[in-house]
């Protein structure tokens, strides 16, 4: 289930991210607060871990492990400008995730055409 070789992910272009998340190959990951989620809604078939909880979460080991994180997709990730999800792709690269991808914001995720819902 997890390889614990690290690799490095090819930059997925936002485009491509979307229409992946919408074919269900690939898991969208929302790592913001959960008062910016309410304000401004996450893209739609996002998974909304906040990033303070992403180790406990993304963890298989721990019992608070989010099932919806299998390790069997990709995984694309966004915060609300990109920082956040860059530090949440380091923490699930170092738990064993193979294919990671930070999006950025919302916003570019937005800006590529990838729906919001409230």
Known sequence: ??????????????????SRVAAGEILLLDVRDH??????????????????????MADPRHPDFDKRLTGDKPIAIYCASGARSGMAMNILQKLGYAETHNLGGLRDWMSAGGQVQR
Do not use: C
Not at 47 to 56: A, D, F, K, S
């Open 1 to 18: 289930m997890f390889g614990f070789k690290r690799q490095t992910a090819p930059a997925l272009p936002l485009s491509d991210a979307v």
């Open 35 to 56: 008062a910016e989620v309410a304000q401004t809604g996450k893209a739609k078939g996002a998974v909304h871990i906040p990033l303070m909880r992403l180790p406990t």
